[in-house]
């Protein structure tokens, strides 16, 4: 219940009521309403963030380039399943407005909040106007690749701008990707942070086609030597001219299979000293409804952070298997009586993952690909061509319908990539794409979308197919 | 026929797919059947580029700037001793503006550019954003009508993206690549766009700037097949490539672009 007294109460309480109805016209007019009460709401009180969040048992927030909504939704779903009630804004609008939108939504009428955790998914760019309201208690940072670039300009500018952010946050514990020699270097500041990591064992299927940010070093500005790339320039790096290095994880993956299911061992390291090896380890295997190497990232984030948060291993195991992935990460429908899977694509590392894992299916595939260009997906659409789409030139690969306002764009990509121009359809609506892709004779459908249109796709696959729960 | 390309610093100046620049100049050559040969030379390597017909210079994160003055005090003058014996050069962004006489940056300092270029750039405040449109030059636009044995209609604009903090100021010894119609340009307020001396080009358009724009693909392959005696280009399919630059252009002079 609310503790703060006088005039900011009235502020407060105004704010409330109008996000709250904010919310319920959003619901009456079919609006997805992620963000739009949230952005009233603020115009009435702008504190009322940190009011709302300070009132929460604990807050962790989860921020990076990739795997944020995964990694935060998995995050809350074991939380749930321990026992602890928790919120998140799990539609993946992370901006503030987005952040207080999910936090309205968990407040009553009467001024009380529904749970006892909430777990935020924060912008990248937006961590300077969340995290000094909302304090995380906890702060997952999962990797930092090319992402909209003309909406932050450069890399350095995030990871930067965290590192600010983070001086003012002391009591912030971190948990960072031990793989990303950015995170690490993001967060390297601050003295209470534990690592998760992967161990050695992906092989890179790629190769040329891979991007890999950061590789100078930050102290030295040495070029960075790797013993072993994951993905990306997720690794184990060490700069050959100082003492800069990859941390040893508190929180290791290991012995990874990626057939039917995701597995993995996870391993929880007791040591004596930052940079000593475990003395000792707790393992525990883990299994998830997922598929794509990626993912074992994300998982173990989330297990990781769950395990932080004294959630049992038990636990976390029995409930990762029952975790259903959000709209548009690797969602899945059937249409014409085939398989038919939407994935959201966003920037060169992430589509590459993607498409290594589809094109592991044996059958043969027809694909949309789908890329708009409006404010929420980027409006540079240049990071198609850091991106893998070489491995499209495919005998597997029978058809790719271009869609979306830069149908053109991803057509003459395809083409250079080498995919045959007898393979390339341009269909720059959503609907028609979707009927171009049921007129493939193929075993197995793709859908590949930006931002802004996976949401159509997963709309109208509804109701041109049916989703498979 | 076989050309010489090289890839100037890829680990260093490879940020918003400018590298794409590079795989189509090669496939368009290939396709004619002109072979390509591709070295990369990276940050901190000898460099002598005499030798290339065509080299390539990307884009780069603006914290490499420095370290990228740095090396071109140096290494500069490899590129300008080929640049004037005719090596045909496309520099994009970062790689742009490193070519210029000097930058000076937000906070003052001047670092020195390699000098291909007649130009120099001032850091501003904002980034200047968008997609881009430009009438190309007019003697580019002739060239291009005879680059190629037919092609009925040549496009006469150039499309792309702009994003970026420098101002570049042009002096009388480098020509624009275009005039801005939509967008920016150069300094948002001179009309210009880019720059040319000899057959060294330099822009600040991505998308990557080659992708929707095969006509200017084709007079940088046509000047650099030139170099080993090479004639005219034979005629392509570009399509796509003319379909995905309408889309652009008529979407910006159409006054839309939400």
Redesign the interface.
Known sequence: MLRSQGQTTVRFWIALLTGKSAALLCRLFRHSGTSLPGVVALKVYPQLLSVLAADYERIVAVTGTNGKTTTANLLAHLLRSSGSSTVNNHEGANMISGVVTALIKDWTMLGERRSQIAVLEVDEGSVGKVFPSVKPDLLVVTNYF?DQ??RY????HNINLLRRILDELPQTLLLLNADDPLVVTAGCDHSVASYYGVASEQKDQTGDCE?REG?LCPDC?A?LAYNYYNYGQLGAYYCPNCTFRRPVPDFLASEIQDDDYLEFILHVCQRKGRNENCSTADTVRLRAQMRGFYNVYNILAAAAAATTLGVSQQTIASSLMEYAPAAGRMEKFIYKGRPCTLNLIKNPTGLNEVLKTLLRGKGEKALVIAIND?AGDG????????AGFEMLDNPSIKMIVCSG?R???V???L??AGVP?NK?I?EPECKPSIEGLGEQDAGEYHILASYTSVFNYSKLLRKMGKAVE | MRIKVCHLYPDLFNLYGDQGNLLIFCRRAQWRGIQVEVDMVSFGETICLTGYDFVFLGGGAESNLSLMSKELQEKGRFIVEAVEQGTVLLAIGLGFQVLGRFIKTQDGAVLPGAGVFDLYIETGMDRLVGDILLETAVDLQEEMKKTSVVRETPLATLVGFENHAGRTFLGKEARPLGRVLKGQGNNRDDLSEGARYKNAFGSYLHGPLLAKNPHLADILLSRAILRQGGGKLTPLNDELEIYAHNVIKNRLVGGYNN
């Not at chain 1, 409006?379 to 850091?386: E, F, G, I, K, N």
Request: hydrophobic content about 40%; proline content about 3%.
């Open positions: 090319r670039l003309d300009s450069d890399l350095d991007i590789s500005g070029f409006l409006r540079d659409v240049s990071w198609l061509w850091d306002r149908a053109g764009d057509g003459v990509r083409k250079y121009p390339i341009i």
